[in-house]
């Protein structure tokens, strides 16, 4: 079935650093969301995206929808300590009307050095 | 706090034992989910329900039965159980339309362990 390349699988910062991270598909999506995952808990959502080009930001997070349609990106700006975690893009194709299921991507560990 | 709790948090069980998993949602949403979540590997959908009506099962195995007696509430029903089926169980939920649904919102998970 579908998948999602989520890169990088891994990062280690430095605090105050900034961190991008991205999601490719193979074919077309209408909807791209972001998500992160704190250790024993599940997954919290932090952007949603709906149109191609869409910027939208959310504190010191900004995600964007790719022109093509089949990527996204997210990135945190001046990292802090808490923005340890695992981030997973998520995406959705639209197939002539109807929409597929959400699928997730790998997840990229974030881990920041104080 | 997503307005979706699951309990219990942490479950071990043997491959003998039958058990259950609840999720209960406070959004008003009418589509509910369960997911797989297995490490190094993407969350994998197991069921979907749309308005109590079971709209999704994604090969999984009969060992595994779901139960969506409204649209509030959800289980997941264990029996026999092998120890490749531990994980951390993952409930959501999402407000669908005729255009499909948007975000999806998450539990906190039940970490299964099975010896």
């Known amino acids: 079935g579908q998948q999602l390349n989520q890169s990088p699988q891994s990062m280690f910062i430095q605090e105050g650093e900034d961190v991008s991270m991205n999601c490719t598909s193979s074919?077309?999506?209408?909807?791209w969301l972001w998500y992160k995952q704190d250790p024993g808990e599940g997954p919290v959502l932090l952007i949603a995206?709906?149109?191609?080009?869409e910027l939208t930001s959310n504190g010191r997070l900004t995600a964007q929808f790719g022109i093509t349609r089949k990527d996204s990106f997210l990135n945190i700006s001046a990292s802090i300590p808490s923005d340890v975690g695992i981030y997973f893009c998520?995406?959705?194709?639209?197939?002539?009307?109807?929409?597929?299921?959400?699928?997730f991507g790998k997840g990229t560990k974030l881990s920041v050095k104080p | 706090e997503t307005g979706v709790t699951q309990t219990p948090r942490h479950l071990v069980m043997g491959m003998t034992n039958k058990k259950s998993l609840k999720c209960e949602q406070h959004?008003?949403?009418?589509?509910m989910y369960w997911y797989k979540q297995s490490a190094k590997k993407p969350l994998e959908l197991m069921f979907v329900?749309?308005?109590?009506?079971?709209?999704e099962n994604n090969s999984v195995p009969s060992r595994f039965s779901p139960e969506c007696p409204n649209s509030s509430h959800l289980f997941l029903h264990l029996h026999t159980l092998q120890p490749e089926d531990s994980a951390l169980y993952l409930c959501?939920?999402?407000?669908?339309?005729?255009?499909?649904?948007?975000?999806?919102?998450f539990g906190p998970g039940t970490r299964l362990t099975v010896l």
């Open positions: 959501a939920s999402s407000q669908a339309s005729s255009g499909g649904d948007n975000e999806q919102f």
């Open positions: 074919s077309i999506f209408n909807t």
């Open positions: 995206l709906y149109k191609a080009g």
């Open positions: 998520a995406g959705r194709e639209f197939y002539g009307g109807s929409q597929g299921n959400l699928i």
């Open positions: 959004l008003g949403h009418n589509a």
């Open positions: 329900y749309n308005f109590k009506e079971q709209t």
